[in-house]
C-alpha cells in the first residue's frame, strides 16, 4: 500500500479511527488500547510508566474531546502526518494533535502521535 498516493479523503479514512482510538484511550488511560497501533520503532519509546507519569501530570491528556477539526495533510518520505486542532473537555484552549502514519509489513501503523 501506498499512502502517498491517497488522497486527503482517502488518508483521513484510516487516520480519523486511529486518532479517535488514541484519544479514547488517553481518556481512559488504557495503555494497551493507547499502543495498538504504534509502530515497532515508536513501541520503543512507549514505556508505560513514562505515559502513565504524562496521564497523571498533565490532565489535558486524560480529557480530550472526541470533536477534533483536520488542519491538513503532509506528506513526506514516507509518511503521511496529519494535523488536527483538538481540544479538551476539562482544559480550556485548543491544541495542536499531530498523527504521523506510514506502512511497516503492509499495515498502517503510527509512527508519530504528539498533542501540544
Known amino acids: 500500500m501506498n499512502l502517498l498516493d491517497k488522497t486527503d479523503e482517502e488518508i483521513l479514512e484510516i487516520a480519523n479511527p486511529l486518532w479517535d482510538e488514541l484519544v479514547e484511550s488517553s481518556n481512559k488511560r488504557n ?3 493507547f499502543i495498538k497501533h504504534f509502530s515497532k520503532e515508536m513501541l520503543m519509546g512507549a514505556n508505560e510508566i513514562e505515559i502513565g507519569k504524562q496521564w ?24 503521511i502526518t496529519i494535523i488536527y486542532k483538538q481540544t479538551s473537555d476539562e482544559v480550556p484552549g485548543e ?18 502521535a504528539t498533542i501540544f
Open 31 to 33: 495503555y494497551l488500547g
Open 56 to 79: 497523571t501530570k498533565n490532565k489535558m491528556l486524560s480529557s480530550l474531546s472526541i470533536e477534533r477539526e483536520l488542519l491538513g495533510c503532509l506528506r513526506r518520505g514516507d509518511y
Open 95 to 112: 491544541f495542536l494533535g499531530r498523527l504521523v502514519l506510514g506502512v511497516e509489513d503492509t499495515e498502517v501503523k503510527i509512527f508519530g
